[in-house]
Nanobody
Framework: QVQLVESGGGLVQAGGSLRLSCAAPGYIFSRYAMGWYRQAPGNQREWVAMITNEGNTDYADSVKGRFTISRDNAKNTVYLQMNSLKPEDTAVYYC????????WGQGTQVTVSS
């Protein structure tokens, strides 16, 4: 069964750092560019960052310069290093293949206190 598993979230003070991990099924990881997304209460899910199979990256303007996406192809895992966190980064974070039909995982909660 296709399953995406996110982990690494938690409670952190503003200015702190967290590193998220996402384990993806092999056929998603090898076929699609991987993306991180987030959804804050009352908001729609929004795209945060992406990384292609070749390692090319792109970021939403709101996180550019603070977040770094990376991938470990041997482990079918994608990471999101989040630095200089702000209260507005508080959300549930999800990963998925870009354009993949795979169902969303449970996500991992990130809470940034001011």
């Amino acid at each position: 069964q296709v399953q995406l598993v996110e982990s690494g979230g938690g409670l952190v003070q503003a200015g702190g750092s967290l590193r998220l991990s996402c384990a993806a099924p092999g056929y998603i990881f090898s076929r699609y560019a991987m993306g991180w997304y987030r959804q804050a209460p009352g908001n729609q899910r929004e795209w945060v960052a992406m990384i292609t199979n070749e390692g090319n990256t792109d970021y939403a303007d709101s996180v550019k310069g603070r977040f770094t996406i990376s991938r470990d192809n041997a482990k079918n895992t994608v990471y999101l290093q989040m630095n200089s966190l702000k209260p507005e980064d508080t959300a549930v974070y999800y990963c998925n293949g870009m354009g993949s039909p795979a169902p969303w995982g449970q996500g991992t909660q990130v809470t940034v206190s001011s």
